[in-house]
């Protein structure tokens, strides 16, 4: 069986598999000779290389090394079947929300830029008693109320449906989400980017926040409507990982927008990502030749 790698770090921290031949190529110049089982394709997926998964002869499953995959389907060949990188960006991901919860919530960007100017009168919302809604409870929304919780936050999580979890207790609804959201001080957007969470924080569900409330979005840009946020910038406050339009084009409003922390989608991007994806693909190639079903199946 043939695999191939986007790099020759992921294809080394893999390692040897037995029964797997292994392919470097990231998708750029010939793509590899012969019948080809399993792609693993560049992290940054763009719609180009994408494009080339039909010069891969044989294909039959492309493993993403990333957790989303909206527009991806659409681009793949028929009869593929699609992995997505499920599990392996929870911890990273977490951290950096984590990170952007402070960083917002105790004032840190504003202390940078202010340089020359010792402001101390401010008094700054704590992470401790702050009331934190992870809105998209899958696995990196646990990853995170994981951390949340033991700097004393208190934190509800939603979900598609109710259920119950050993972590959080009552996981809610997405139907509730308009009943909760004006209790809460910070709401952390952790949903696939799908056409029913396409604007799902836009204008009415955002004017249903508190006055200085705190918008935090590490799923897709998309999920959070961009002309909302600079109608209620100075009111509530945003973090962004990611931002819609992707990349954010220099002179965009939301750049200087009051109260506005945007990072370059780099939640993802740590040293805990390498460790984690080899251990991923080792293992979807180990089920790959013994015949079992593969992990994290999406479509196919």
Same mark, same amino acid.
């Given at each position: 069986?043939?695999?191939?790698?986007?790099?020759?770090?992921?294809?080394?921290?893999?390692?040897p598999?037995?029964?797997?031949?292994?392919?470097?190529?990231?998708?750029?110049?010939?793509?590899? +000779?012969?019948?080809?089982?399993?792609?693993?394709?560049?992290?940054?997926?763009s719609?180009?290389?994408?494009?080339?998964?039909g010069?891969?002869?044989?294909?039959?499953?492309?493993?993403?090394?990333?957790?989303?995959y909206?527009?991806?389907?659409?681009?793949?060949p028929?009869?593929?079947? &699609?992995?997505?990188a499920?599990?392996?960006h929870?911890?990273?991901?977490?951290?950096? @929300?984590?990170?952007?919860?402070?960083a917002?919530? !105790?004032?840190?960007? +504003?202390?940078?830029?202010?340089?020359?100017?010792?402001e101390?009168?401010k008094?700054?919302?704590?992470?401790?008693?702050?009331?934190?809604?992870?809105?998209?409870?899958?696995?990196?929304?646990? @990853? &995170?109320a994981e951390?949340? &919780?033991?700097?004393?936050?208190?934190?509800t999580?939603?979900?598609?449906?109710?259920?119950?979890?050993?972590?959080?207790?009552?996981?809610?609804?997405?139907?509730?989400?308009?009943?909760?959201?004006?209790?809460?001080?910070?709401?952390?957007?952790?949903?696939?980017?799908s056409?029913?969470?396409?604007?799902?924080?836009?204008?009415?569900?955002?004017?249903?926040l508190?006055?200085?409330?705190l918008?935090?979005?590490? @799923?897709?840009g998309?999920?959070?409507?961009?002309?909302?946020?600079i109608?209620?910038?100075?009111?509530?406050?945003? @973090?962004?990982?990611?931002?819609?339009?992707?990349?954010l084009?220099?002179?965009?409003p939301?750049?200087?927008?009051?109260?506005?922390?945007?990072t370059?989608?780099?939640a993802g991007?740590?040293?805990?990502?390498?460790?984690?994806?080899?251990?991923?693909? !080792?293992?979807?190639?180990?089920? !790959?030749?013994?015949?079992?079903?593969?992990?994290?199946?999406?479509?196919?």
């Amino acid at each position: 069986m043939k695999a191939v790698i986007s790099s020759r770090t992921l294809a080394d921290a893999v390692g040897p598999v037995d029964g797997v031949e292994v392919d470097v190529w990231n998708g750029e110049g010939p793509a590899p +000779e012969g019948d080809v089982d399993l792609w693993v394709p560049h992290y940054a997926t763009s719609a180009g290389v994408l494009d080339q998964a039909g010069q891969l002869r044989g294909l039959q499953v492309v493993q993403l090394q990333s957790a989303g995959y909206d527009g991806v389907l659409e681009r793949l060949p028929a009869g593929i079947t &699609l992995c997505n990188a499920s599990g392996v960006h929870d911890d990273a991901t977490a951290e950096h @929300a984590v990170g952007l919860v402070l960083a917002s919530l !105790r004032g840190i960007p +504003e202390a940078v830029r202010s340089h020359g100017h010792w402001e101390t009168d401010k008094m700054r919302r704590s992470l401790a008693d702050s009331r934190v809604l992870v809105l998209g409870y899958g696995s990196i929304g646990r @990853a &995170l109320a994981e951390r949340l &919780l033991p700097m004393k936050a208190v934190v509800t999580a939603v979900a598609s449906r109710e259920r119950q979890d050993d972590l959080v207790g009552r996981v809610r609804g997405i139907a509730d989400l308009a009943q909760l959201l004006p209790e809460q001080d910070v709401v952390v957007a952790l949903v696939p980017l799908s056409d029913a969470t396409r604007g799902l924080l836009g204008a009415e569900t955002l004017a249903l926040l508190p006055d200085g409330a705190l918008v935090v979005n590490v @799923a897709r840009g998309p999920v959070v409507d961009t002309d909302a946020v600079i109608a209620e910038a100075g009111r509530l406050r945003f @973090a962004l990982d990611v931002t819609d339009p992707e990349p954010l084009p220099d002179g965009h409003p939301l750049w200087d927008a009051p109260g506005v922390l945007i990072t370059p989608h780099i939640a993802g991007g740590t040293t805990a990502m390498l460790p984690r994806i080899a251990a991923l693909v !080792r293992d979807q190639l180990r089920r !790959r030749v013994a015949g079992e079903p593969l992990a994290n199946v999406v479509s196919g």
